[in-house]
């Protein structure tokens, strides 16, 4: 057993045990100081994702982007193409599309496919709201995706697209590309903690030789008092002190800074914590699987193969489509949000129509609903299919739906949620046990690679 | 002299016709160059900043893609400004492209309704070397017909 690490706060100055690109300045949850040295002596080469995008010099998005990339020690690359091919590629590529930047995405993509350009990740982006921009981004997607190994992601972007919004995407796109060898672990040894300062909750697990020892949870508020309350939590079923505590990670909104205060070891973003902790409770480390992550403020499908990330889509932007709009229905049926699962069971969502697409129209259909005299126990189930729809419609189109499908987050805790989801995808749908702590469980994991033999 | 739009907006071989005949062609690059030496800006590499999708609202809706809007506020400014117009169909890539076809829709129907339609030349791109000799022709006879500045009428005072 190595010798455990006690826990602290981390000064300034003080090598911060962090093999994580440097938190974003002004980043949401991140920290407002300059952050602690990293102990890596050379300083990694940049990681090369080509840009794959429709103009997005147009669109006023460019400086974001690059912003975004350079906070993961990213550059854009883009790959060289002869002008000639765009009158033909429409053909060779099999959509014959009219927009000449369009079919410029096609022979890019195809350049690095055939590795003309070399490439550690690839960013198929075009503007939102474009229809035949849509068609081409997800099968030039989709062509990357199936012809290569690289990790590809894609984004419909707006003029309004800004840097903090695509930094997780980022981050989690460069350790895909660079650090395949962190996502490799699938044992997790020694002590370790993980807290995964979420937007709603705070969730934190001790894990000790592949088992967990300690769970705690609760919800977010203040992002460190929440942290170190779950942490206590945790220690206290695990009955252990934090001085034993070998290595922590950190992941959620709150990242950087829960990760800062207790010098964590690993701080990562959650696309790759949670489809490392999904794979990992679900025990489907190897192979294809799916993985549906529907969280308290945004929604992640996430597409792997040995349990590391392939595609992913992340949803943000509609709290119809997350544990928000739950809460929502809970309380406007009344009933504690533990208990609207098993009210969701009970009901027939056939019963009501309701789209939540967006929360204010789900919330109105609600309402309207009840109006007219529809059971609580039919809006229930029909809250939980508006929201797998919209998951559906909005994440599913972006990724390979391979079996088997892991649903885990907050809102894999609603009964109704995988019935619809099994309903509407009409495969098994996996919920885990401790579905909800995919998040921390996937950090604890992962930090268990800093756990000195 | 007049100034000519041309389509597509970046077209060399284009540009040097209409300048050979004594008038201005109205080039994208020449708005780029604008907005590259804007001291005042730093959103390379075109210095398209979230506000200039903004300003493409006065030729789209807030529903057509920002970069189609980001497009038109450097084309909308060009065909307003201009006297006749050129209009190739067909192009082959490198002959010039503006990359998105909602913008050459809607770019191209501001030339045809924005300019008096007789001075403005559809023309098809050649496909053999006949074709290249009447294009290259009937470009410089167009451009030969044209008035003076003074004289050109915009579309909307066509009587």
């Known amino acids: 057993m190595s010798k455990a690490k006690p826990l602290k706060m981390a000064n300034a100055g003080e090598e911060k045990l962090c093999l994580d690109s440097e938190p974003p300045k002004n980043f949401e949850g991140g920290p407002e100081t300059k952050p602690t040295k990293s102990k890596q002596a050379k300083p990694e080469a940049k990681v090369k994702i080509a840009l794959v995008s429709c103009g997005t010099e147009y669109g006023g998005v460019q400086p974001a982007f690059e912003e975004a990339a350079a906070k993961v020690n990213a550059e854009f690359i883009y790959p060289e193409i002869d002008i000639k091919s765009l009158d033909t590629i429409g053909k060779d590529f099999g959509i014959e599309a009219a927009s000449g930047d369009l079919r410029l995405m096609m022979a890019r993509a195809q350049a690095v496919v055939r590795g003309e350009t070399i490439a550690d990740g690839v960013f198929v982006t075009t503007c939102f709201r474009c229809a035949e921009a849509a068609i081409v981004r997800n099968e030039v997607r989709r062509y990357i995706h199936q012809k290569s190994n690289i990790p590809v992601i894609s984004y419909s972007f707006t003029e309004q697209t800004d840097a903090v919004t695509l930094y997780t995407r980022f981050e989690a796109l460069t350790t895909i590309a660079k650090r395949r060898h962190l996502l490799a672990r699938e044992v997790q040894h020694g002590i370790t903690a993980g807290i995964d300062s979420g937007s709603t909750t705070t969730k934190a697990v001790i894990m000790k030789d592949n088992k967990i020892i300690g769970i705690g949870w609760g919800p977010t508020n203040e992002v460190l008092d929440s942290a170190e309350k779950a942490l206590v939590q945790a220690l206290e079923m695990a009955k252990i002190d934090r001085s034993e505590i070998q290595a922590m990670g950190t992941t959620g909104y709150g990242r950087y800074l829960v990760g800062e205060h207790y010098n964590a070891d690993l701080i990562q973003e959650e696309i790759t914590t949670n489809s490392k902790g999904a794979v990992y409770l679900a025990d489907v480390q190897k192979g294809p699987a799916t993985v549906i992550d529907i969280g308290g403020m945004d929604n992640k499908a996430i597409s792997v193969e040995d349990g590391i990330p392939g595609m992913f889509t992340m949803g943000g932007i509609c709290a119809g489509a997350s544990g928000r709009f739950f809460e929502t229905v809970a309380k406007r049926l009344n009933v504690d949000i533990t208990e609207l699962g098993d009210l969701a069971m009970k009901g027939l969502q056939e019963n009501v129509k309701m789209n939540s697409y967006c929360i204010v129209f789900g919330t109105q259909s609600l309402v309207n609903s009840l109006a007219k005299g529809a059971l609580p126990k039919d809006v229930a189930a029909a809250a939980c299919r508006s929201v797998v729809e919209q998951i559906y419609q909005q994440q599913l189109q972006e990724v390979d739906v391979k079996e088997p499908v892991i649903l885990v987050g907050g809102s894999s805790l609603i009964k109704g949620v995988p019935r619809e989801l099994s309903n509407l995808l009409n495969v098994k749908v996996i919920v885990p046990e401790n579905s909800h702590l995919i998040g921390a469980v996937g950090a604890a994991l992962l930090a268990s690679g800093f756990v000195e033999e | ?159």
């Not at chain 2, 490198?94 to 129907?109: A, Q």
Request: with cysteine; hydrophobic share 35%.
């Open chain 2, 1 to 159: 002299m007049v100034k000519v739009f041309i389509y597509p907006t970046n077209s060399f071989i284009l540009a040097d016709l209409v300048t050979r005949a004594g008038h201005e062609p109205l080039v994208i690059m020449n708005q780029v160059r604008e907005k590259v030496t804007s001291l005042s800006v730093d959103s390379p590499p075109l210095n398209i900043t979230p506000e200039d999708p903004n300003l493409g609202l006065k030729y789209a809706a807030i529903e057509v893609p920002a970069g189609v809007r980001g497009r038109m506020s450097l084309m909308g400014p060009m065909v307003e400004e201009a006297e006749a117009g050129i209009i190739v169909e067909d192009t082959p890539a490198d002959f010039g492209c503006s990359g998105c076809n909602r913008t050459n829709e809607l770019v191209k129907y501001l030339a045809r309704t924005n300019l008096d339609r007789s001075n403005v030349l559809e023309i098809r791109y050649p496909t053999n070397e006949d074709q290249m000799h009447d294009f290259v022709y009937t470009i410089l006879e167009f451009l030969e017909t044209l008035p003076t500045g003074s004289e050109t009428k915009k579309g909307g005072d066509k009587k």
